[in-house]
């Protein structure tokens, strides 16, 4: 296979035409591949590109990776909402430990909500306190 001589950011965007086109052959779980060493690396973001990419196109160890990015707001900003998403479709598509990292998300949202609550609590108490 011949070297892509417009380097990475060149490849994906051609890759993603290649796709708009309806063409994949094999070519998505190469980005797949290459998101995985950069996210061993500590490369957040090059990594969060090439799940996008890949997970954008069905593939649930791609989803997987970019729930688990957009949990950890690794390479991108934490956003439980849009981790909860994707790690729905991971574990539809069979990725077992989406599971648990849904178990995750769902807990760290349900604790943000009880604090959320808890300082509403208190302002309508010190609120009705003052005009007593």
């Not at 070297?3 to 890759?15: Q, R, S, T, W």
């Not at 060493?37 to 990776?65: I, M, T």
């Not at 688990?68 to 479709?89: C, H, I, Q, S, T």
């Amino acid at each position: 296979m011949k070297a892509f001589e417009g380097g990475l950011e060149d490849a994906l965007k051609l890759l993603e035409k290649i796709w708009s086109k309806g063409t994949q052959s094999g070519r998505r779980g190469e980005v797949v591949q290459h998101g995985l060493e950069c996210f061993h690396k500590g490369e957040y973001s090059e990594a969060a590109r090439c799940f996008r990419l890949a997970a954008d196109q069905g593939d649930p160890v791609a989803q997987y990776h970019l729930a688990l990015l957009y949990y950890r707001g690794d390479g991108v900003a934490k956003n439980l909402p849009e981790a909860e998403a994707w790690a729905m479709k991971a574990q539809g598509g069979g990725v077992i430990k989406a599971a648990e990292l849904l178990e995750k998300i769902v807990a760290e949202q349900t604790e943000g909500l009880k604090r959320t609550l808890g300082m509403i609590e208190m302002t309508l108490a010190k609120a009705f306190a003052v005009r007593k």
